[in-house]
């Protein structure tokens, strides 16, 4: 079940990511790769605030 809450944790960071990057996946896929090149910390800093846009 773990897997599945840290799922759920991340999607309204992710929503709002995609929202960012005009709703166009090719920019949305580069967005996340480079997400996924930051250390952890900075990753999550960075989803943490993601999650606070509306």
Not at 1 to 30: C, H, I, K, N, S
Request: aromatic share 14%.
């Amino acid at each position: 079940m773990l897997p599945f809450g840290l799922y759920d944790q991340w999607v309204p960071a992710f929503a709002a990511l995609f929202a960012r990057e005009g709703r166009d996946w090719p920019a949305f896929y580069a967005a996340v790769a480079a997400l996924g090149q930051l250390p952890a910390e900075q990753r999550h800093a960075q989803l943490t605030t993601l999650q606070g846009d509306d």
